[in-house]
């Protein structure tokens, strides 16, 4: 009886050995998002890492909105949004779009961020 109970906790050791969290701590970021001092509707934020070992994350902005879990360390931020241009088309089933958020802001973005080892808030005003 003894040896089997010994068996028993070693495979339970065994099994619970890799429960823990893994990989590295992430920290909540959060913030509003305007554009021409409205709130986006509806968009993404992606934040790109400076380091090799982080990985891009991406959020849904919505009603001006975003949070996500990252890493400390610095990031560049892509912010994006769409909006229909005209009415619905019948061929393809919906209206057209564009992107109105300027480059400088996602595919040419210069906006940097820190995170450091705590909750942040970043919140940006967007301008045309």
Do not use: H
Not at 23 to 34: A, C, N, S
Not at 78 to 86: D, L, M
């Amino acid at each position: 009886m003894r040896r089997s109970q010994i068996l028993a906790g070693l495979l339970l050791v065994a099994v619970t050995a890799g429960c823990g969290p893994s990989g590295p701590t992430k920290y909540p970021v959060q913030g509003e998002v305007r554009f021409n001092g409205k709130p986006i509707a509806a968009g993404t934020m992606t934040l790109i890492p400076g380091s090799p070992q982080a990985r891009t994350t991406v959020s849904q902005i919505v009603d001006g909105k975003y949070e996500m879990e990252v890493t400390a360390g610095d990031w560049t931020v892509n912010i994006q949004a769409v909006r229909e241009t005209g009415p619905v088309n019948p061929a393809l089933g919906e209206a057209p779009r564009e992107q109105y958020i300027p480059a400088r802001y996602n595919g040419d973005s210069q906006l940097q961020i820190t995170v450091p080892s705590e909750r942040s808030e970043f919140n940006y005003d967007l301008k045309a």
